[in-house]
């Protein structure tokens, strides 16, 4: 046989229809070392995630430096004993509290490095991640800091408001009111003045002008207004077009200046005390940050100089996230590290202050990504394999056709120096042995074994080019075409959203093995019934790449006959953001299961465990009622019964499935 790996019968294909066995390659000179390059862990799971000796992924919720590691893979092992089944999202509220403290930390060094006379308050959009436990993580962790928070929508503005405390002497957090607002969700912000709150309601549209001028005088409450300026400096990567006259939100300068005179008019310009700007998410390159705290804080001293009591400027968000952990200005990286982001901030605010002889304001930022990917793992288990069926070709016989005969002296000769031209003739050879078959010049049986060197030549191309440093243009595309598929546990459209709609890239890997060499190489498919529901671009320090590294299955040996899988386990990094509240229900696949681990002095303990949902819950969103269901289908086993169809013992046990699948997660269980 002419393969690389142990060709697997995969659960759920039926297209394989062998099982190849061959002799396990060496691994012996692999080393958790080699496995932190490939997967670039070092780059992007710096300081939370490391390999440790029994080739484990591990996680520092504190920080490398601090604290207890964790096994995630015997984390693992321990949850599912507990009956938490995967696929599993896992949050690390630890990891949550350590990237807030340390954007704090890096705005504070810049503040007193150049003697900036004011000080940071950050917010954390809602928006990137809603759920409720992570929420107040956020504003218990944000105390020490006076973190508040942002609301993009009236949904939002209710949750912020029941979950941020009050302030008092030693606090003001901040609520930062965005989005698109209507009468009620201006209202309910002034009112919640009363309470102790300090939302600033952020103009986004001029219009939301004369609704605040009107309901601050019916209810008698002074606000605090905030402008959202639409900056002419251009954004980078996927959210570029944030900035710009065209850009979704914000105002132009014209409509700026209409809303100071409308403010004036109405004797309210101390009112207008923020001004906000968003360049968009995921800034890669710091000069693009540059342009726009440039631009911006001369807009903000002419509001000053306007008479506007100008406090605060909102630095919006675009702190990026290393991806691929390349630290470079590629979509998936970023080019500049938290301090040298708080740095630039700090100074060159202060600079245009100092020139323009003003206060410099107290700087706001939103930073949601970078402080919420790290806190989420994804982990999910393979749950079979297929590969390509490559068969060593038999010798040429001299009474074939032609075509044959060339075709098996292509693969004889195939070497490092002739492989474009051997992989050119196996293409056209193929194309022959097709368009002969169709004129009735070739049998069936030709034209099987035409493939079948066709595909031997491939296999034999791809593990010389494996070897090489330099992969010829023409070639780049065979690996993956000669990648096996790993079907995997999951729903990409629910837990990777991103990954299917905008090209997202993250870190994956397996959690576990890693101290052996991963032979196989794969793209990944999802249980949907879609052929977006893949994932074939993966993270990588040159480039993307359109494979991945993984071990080849292994089954349990007393139960090979049944082809039972040994767990292999993968791990999907940094998706604390936008991932979760963006999911959908393609194919009716639910929201996974969830736990919160919390560090303690003794190791960990689970602090929530919030149960993925279940059949019935996600029919119940698409407006079937389970118990009609259940009678449907009593009905149906009665008549069958009646009819002699269907014996009561098969029917009891339709029934049975048929319930418990109900209360049974969406997901699918190992067996």
């Given amino acids: 046989m002419v393969s690389s790996n142990l060709q697997s019968i995969s659960p759920l294909s039926e297209h394989n229809s062998e099982l190849i066995l061959i002799k396990p390659q060496d691994t012996t000179s692999w080393t958790i070392e080699d496995s932190e390059q490939l997967y670039g862990i070092e780059g992007w799971g710096e300081p939370y995630f490391s390999i440790n000796a029994a080739g484990n992924v591990t996680v520092s919720p504190q920080g490398a430096s601090r ?80 973190f ?70 019916e209810l008698d409450i002074k606000p605090i207004i905030g402008v959202r300026a639409k900056l002419n400096t251009k954004g980078v990567g996927r959210w570029g077009t944030s900035t710009g006259d065209r850009a979704k939100f914000g105002l132009t300068i014209p409509q700026i200046l209409q809303v100071v005179k409308g403010l004036e008019t109405a004797q309210m310009l101390e009112s207008l005390q923020l001004l906000h700007f968003h360049i968009g998410s995921q800034i890669s390159s710091i000069a693009v940050i540059k342009d726009a705290i440039r631009e911006a804080s001369q807009i903000y001293v002419q509001l000053a100089h306007m008479g506007a009591k100008m406090q605060y400027l909102d630095v919006g968000g675009g702190l990026a996230v290393d991806y691929d952990g390349s630290k470079t200005n590629f979509h998936a990286s970023k080019n500049y590290n938290m301090q040298n982001y708080a740095n630039d901030i ?70 490092e120096g002739n492989l474009q031209e051997a992989y050119n003739d196996a293409i056209q050879f193929k194309e022959e ?31 010389i080019i494996h070897a090489q440093d330099y992969v010829p243009e023409d070639l780049e595309d065979l690996e993956k075409m000669m990648a096996s598929i790993y079907y995997i546990n999951l729903s990409v459209f629910q837990s990777a959203p991103d990954s299917w709609a905008i090209d997202q890239l993250f870190p994956i890997m397996p959690i576990h093995r ?58 999907m990094f940094l998706v604390g953001a936008y991932q979760e509240i963006m999911g959908n229900l393609h194919n009716l696949f639910g929201d996974t299961n969830v736990v919160h681990i919390q560090m303690t002095p003794k190791g960990y303990q ?66």
């Fill in 514 to 571: 890693l101290n052996e060499k991963p032979t196989a190489r794969a793209i990944l498919a999802d249980l949907t019934c879609d052929s977006d529901g893949k994932i074939d671009r993966f993270i990588n320090r040159k480039d993307v790449k359109d494979i991945l590294e993984l071990h080849p299955l292994r089954y349990t040996p007393e139960r090979e006959s049944s082809k039972s899988l040994q767990p292999y386990y993968l791990g």
């Fill in 67 to 146: 604290g207890i590691s964790l096994d995630l893979y015997e984390l693992i092992e321990s949850l599912k004993k507990r009956n938490i089944g995967l696929p599993l999202l896992i949050r690390f509220s630890d990891i949550l509290a350590d990237r807030m403290e340390r954007l704090y930390a890096c705005m504070n060094r810049a503040i007193a490095r150049y003697n900036y006379n004011s000080n940071y308050q950050g917010v954390f959009p809602v928006k990137c991640n809603q759920n409720r436990h992570l929420v107040e993580d956020v504003v218990r962790y944000g105390k020490p800091y006076q």
């Fill in 346 to 415: 700090v100074a060159q605010v202060k600079d245009a202050c100092d020139r323009a002889k003003i206060t410099v304001p107290t700087l706001v930022s939103e930073s949601g990504r970078a402080i919420a990917s790290h806190q989420s793992v994804l982990i999910f288990d393979v749950l079979g394999a297929n590969h390509v069926s490559v068969t060593t070709p038999q010798p040429s016989q001299e009474e074939e056709h032609l075509v044959l005969r060339n075709f098996w002296e292509t693969y004889q000769s195939i070497s």
């Fill in 433 to 463: 042995a097709q368009s002969l078959f169709n004129l009735g010049y070739l049998t069936l049986a030709e034209r099987s074994q035409a493939e079948e060197l066709y595909w031997a030549c491939s296999r034999k191309i791809a593990q």
């Fill in 148 to 217: 508040g928070l942002e609301a993009g929508s009236k949904p939002e503005l209710i949750i912020a408001l029941a979950v941020l405390e009050p302030n008092t002497d030693n606090s003001e957090a901040l609520l930062i009111c965005n989005g698109y607002k209507d009468r009620e969700y201006t209202e309910t912000a002034l009112l919640a003045t009363r309470l102790g709150q300090k939302p600033i309601i952020v103009i986004e549209q001029i219009e939301e002008l004369y609704t605040i001028l009107r309901v601050s005088r």
């Fill in 606 to 671: 689970i602090k929530y465990v919030v149960k993925g949902d279940t059949i019935k819950e996600v029919l119940g969103y698409v407006q079937y009622k389970a118990e009609d269901l259940l009678e449907i289908m009593r009905c149906r086993t009665e008549t069958a019964l009646e009819e002699k169809r269907i014996t009561l013992e098969e029917a009891q046990k339709l029934l049975q499935n048929y319930e418990s699948s109900l209360d049974s997660y969406t997901y699918l269980v190992a067996n």
